[in-house]
């Protein structure tokens, strides 16, 4: 437990302080930062120089600035990204701490019940594009280092790094090459990552699993040009036919991958009820779960392939022809542990030998971001702790089907940095979709745990050797 006279001091100047995280998170809202190219740049610039100023309005750092990189292997540099730095005292911990300012797309504004760049509260939730994704990420980082200002004063010994990205939603393209231009401003004994979810509104969780991810384009041709439907079905294959066809080679009848090569995970997951999975989806009454095995297990465990796109004559379009070539983008997401490209590898030779017809098949725009499994050490018994303290109930160790591939890339280039990954969203949060929304306490709760986990960072206050 942590010391209660602590604990109680900061959770009380984390409640006065809410109104003040609230309107900052609000504001940023306000601020439309798409990072997408086909979005106005101009306001993830906007969002970042907002960050900043309040990164040095809070008193913490001794330097803010906002950066881009270059986008390897392109003349392109990436979207502006916060970066402010506190020094350690000596013999003091250093940590980093992640989140990032750009958001999704709106899509169809119709399904919004409130203005999307508008922060709307209703039964104790936050609307709009942002708010749990991840902007809220961003204020319970503020609010946390302002907290401890206030209860410990100024001095309080550890060194702190918040890096704050401005393109994770369009895949971290520059992240690789920030890590290396500012290594040393970011080397950290923890890195914090503020950008995944909770088991449910009342329990934090820890994310100890991700999935990897492979993205591709796939163009299938069967014709040297368009034919008449009429005049030449039958007897000719058409793109869509075989395109059809290769496809459904991926899965078996209930909806499991079938893609040997494609490896799956065996860890225990917690009990999960179908009613569940349907009340978190949405998943009406007549559609059934596919796959097989637990629940959690296929989403956290088992690789899954999704269709996410595809280039073809519309339905307004549409005419009796035999179309020679259609293309769809394949989204794979990877069971953690195995090599991302390695799954690329295997659903693509397998595409290759399935091809029906002698269909010609092409491969293209592909992506691979890697999976994450945390390993357990003095961070997450940190996390843990401080975690429960701040909810008021023990974290649950999550795996998320999703995909955060830059996790991997910070791994990698921090080695001997400890990795916590928590939250600020639950279930109900619908990132990336209509509606997205933050549920208010547990934006309270996060705040209050975060500050308690940086105070029992310092080396004095440490079990073992603080090492």
Known sequence: MTDPALS???????????????????D????????????????????????????????VFEEVGVYTAAIPGTDQVGQPAVLATRAAAPGQRRVLLYAHHDVQPVGDAAQWLTPPFEATERDGRLYGRGTADDKAGVITHLAALRTLNEVLGEEWGIGVTLFVEGEEEYGSRSFGQFLSDHREAMAADLIVVADSGNWDSQTPGITVALRGTTRFTLTVRTLAHALHSGMFGGAVPDAMLAAIKLLGTLWDEQGS???????????????????????????????RPIGSGDLLGRIWNQPSITVTGIDFPSASEASNTLNPEVSVVVSVRVAPGQDARQAYQAVRAHLLEHAPFGA??????VDCGQGFLAAEGWGTELGRVALAEGYGVDPVDVGVGGSIPFIAELAEEFPDAAIL??????PPAAPHSPNESLHMATFEHAIVSE?????????????????
């Open 8 to 26: 109680a001091a900061v959770r009380g100047v984390v409640v006065a302080a809410m109104p003040r995280a609230v309107r900052e998170l609000s």
């Open 28 to 59: 940023l809202v306000a601020i439309p930062s798409v990072s997408w190219p086909a979005f106005d740049s101009a306001q993830v610039w906007r969002s970042a120089e907002a960050i900043a100023g309040l990164a040095r309005e809070s008193g």
């Open 257 to 287: 991958v079938v893609v040997p090569g494609l490896a799956r995970r065996d860890a225990p997951t917690p009990a999960y009820a179908e009613s569940r999975l349907r009340e978190e989806t949405d998943l009406p009454d007549s559609t």
């Open 360 to 365: 010609e098949v092409e491969f293209s725009d």
């Open 421 to 426: 990954v928590t939250a600020v969203l639950d």
């Open 451 to 467: 500050a308690l986990l940086l105070a029992s960072m310092r080396v004095s206050d440490q079990p073992g050797d603080g090492s």
